[in-house]
């Protein structure tokens, strides 16, 4: 059974940092790409970054140079380092993954962005 858990969410001042986290387990995680979506109420889930198995990282335009993704294939963890956030950066920040061909998602961490 395939489960991620994510971790790391809260309310930060604009310009400020934050680092989720998300463990996972069922799967054969180096192997597997990895990505960080988030969304706000009545929108749909957007891409934010995706990280190959061997590390390999894209970004959606908006975040560039200012999020990084990564991972760590040992303790089957992956990361979002996010910094100068924005209040436009403000959503709930979810975890996910595909494993033949079926979606996997965490239940998603907060992000508030507000002075």
């Known amino acids: 059974q395939v489960r991620l858990v994510e971790s790391g969410g809260g309310l930060v001042q604009p310009g400020g940092s934050l680092r989720l986290s998300c463990v996972a387990s069922?799967?054969?995680?180096?192997?597997?790409?990895m990505d960080w979506y988030r969304q706000t109420p009545g929108k749909e889930r957007q891409l934010v970054a995706t990280?190959?198995?061997?590390?390999?990282?894209n970004y959606t335009e908006s975040v560039k140079g200012r999020f990084t993704i990564s991972r760590n294939n040992v303790r089957n963890m992956l990361f979002l380092q996010m910094n100068n956030l924005k209040p436009e950066d403000t959503a709930d920040y979810y975890c996910?993954?595909?494993?033949?061909?079926?979606?996997?998602w965490g239940q998603g961490t907060p992000v508030t962005v507000s002075s």
């Open positions: 990280i190959t198995g061997d590390g390999n990282a």
């Open positions: 069922g799967i054969n995680f180096k192997i597997h790409p």
């Open positions: 996910h993954t595909c494993r033949a061909g079926t979606s996997f």
